[in-house]
């Protein structure tokens, strides 16, 4: 028989000290995407059924840019986060690193991609 007491046995096992940080970075992406995700929607709208022409000089506006590429950014990284969390509680091992590695590659991607597609369109 051992004797141990609850705090040793809970060693390791407990919290990792970083689900507040989490929690806040969620709740700060959360908050700033309720803003974000209309304002996208009535730009984006807007920009709906005009020529290329049109559309380029629409988001040469520095305001139109912006918004946009913010509200690519943290959409993205937001999404990211949520999937992290899901591959962290479901997925173990070896196939969970490696997972979260590829979440983090493709979501880096896209933005990147996102970003040099709306330059491309603003210059």
Aim: no cysteine.
């Amino acid at each position: 028989m051992k004797y141990v007491t609850d705090r040793k046995r809970a060693t390791g096992l407990g919290s990792s000290s970083e689900g507040t940080h989490h929690h806040w970075k969620m709740m700060v992406s959360s908050l700033s995407l309720v803003v974000l995700v209309p304002l996208f929607v009535f730009v984006f709208g807007s920009a709906l059924g005009r020529s290329y022409a049109d559309v380029q000089s629409f988001i040469a506006n520095p305001f139109v840019a912006l918004s946009l590429g913010i509200a690519l950014t943290v959409g993205l990284l937001h999404i990211k986060m949520e999937i992290d969390e899901a591959v962290e509680d479901y997925v173990h091992g070896l196939t969970g690193k490696l997972t979260l590695i590829a979440v983090g590659a493709a979501t880096w991607v896209l933005i990147a991609a996102g970003l040099l597609a709306l330059l491309k369109l603003a210059l």
